[in-house]
């Protein structure tokens, strides 16, 4: 068990520039969550894949964001025209469903930290 | 939207004490669970505490639950330097494609002083 991978760890980037993150998640593992958290916040819920179908999609993620897992592994998060207010950590998490996925707990990597300049 | 509440924001206790942190929500729950976060880092799991129980142990950790109350607490006993860090309560939705989402409470920051 390797944990969860992200990368990179942090981003600095200039405003309106596009960025993209890699997430690689416990290999058994079905389910993928991204996650937002800003400094002092608990992370906020953005979006999970179940395999490679994308369920669910957070109100806080706007048409600048998307998230793909092509083949129901490794996941990226893009954003686009990125702005001030996007700079937070980005957290990913893995889980299994097995026994039903809101009985098992989330594994979380590292965080990608994005600062927006 | 952030589902918890924790209380207190911070505490600052001195190594051997017990820690007691309190989480309140708002809507149904399928389960709620603990998490640490060492400034930096991501996420750990503590323990996962489902609606239908009450109670639950593991190690120097002790969760309730008061499904009634809407309200958990989690105790540190024993407390050592290591477990500073932030602690945050989340909960599990019941049903729908929202069934495994987490929605995280703003966390309580721990300081344990040796």
């Known amino acids: 068990d390797t944990g969860v991978s992200q990368d990179p760890r942090h981003k600095i980037t200039k405003r309106g520039q596009n960025v993209t993150f890699r997430c690689d998640p416990i290999?058994?593992?079905?389910?993928l969550y991204w996650y937002r958290q800003t400094l002092g916040q608990g992370p906020e819920f953005l979006t999970y894949?179940?395999?490679?179908?994308?369920?669910?999609k957070s109100r806080l993620l706007s048409d600048r964001f998307s998230a793909e897992r092509p083949k129901g592994s490794f996941s990226t998060l893009e954003i686009q025209r990125t702005e001030q207010g996007d700079s937070a950590m980005y957290l990913c998490?893995?889980?299994?469903?097995?026994?039903?996925?809101?009985?098992?707990?989330?594994?979380f990597g590292d965080g990608t930290r994005l600062s927006i300049l | 939207s952030q589902q918890g509440e924790e209380d207190p924001q911070a505490l600052s206790i001195q190594e051997g004490e017990n820690a007691t942190m309190n989480c309140s929500y708002k809507?149904?729950?399928?389960?709620l669970q603990w998490y640490r976060q060492n400034s930096g880092r991501g996420l750990v799991h503590l323990i996962l505490?489902?609606?239908?129980?009450r109670e639950k142990h593991s190690g120097r950790l002790r969760v309730t639950l008061d499904t009634s109350k809407k309200s958990s607490s989690l105790l540190i006993t024993a407390s050592r330097a290591a477990d500073t860090a932030s602690y945050f309560c989340?909960?599990?939705?019941?049903?729908?494609?929202?069934?495994?989402?987490?929605?995280f409470g703003q966390g309580t920051i721990l300081t344990v002083h040796p």
């Open positions: 998490a893995s889980s299994s469903s097995a026994g039903g996925p809101s009985n098992q707990p989330q594994h």
């Open positions: 290999s058994e593992h079905n389910r």
């Open positions: 894949f179940q395999n490679e179908a994308q369920l669910e």
């Open positions: 809507t149904s729950i399928n389960n």
């Open positions: 505490i489902r609606s239908n129980e």
């Open positions: 989340a909960t599990g939705r019941p049903g729908g494609t929202s069934y495994g989402k987490l929605t």
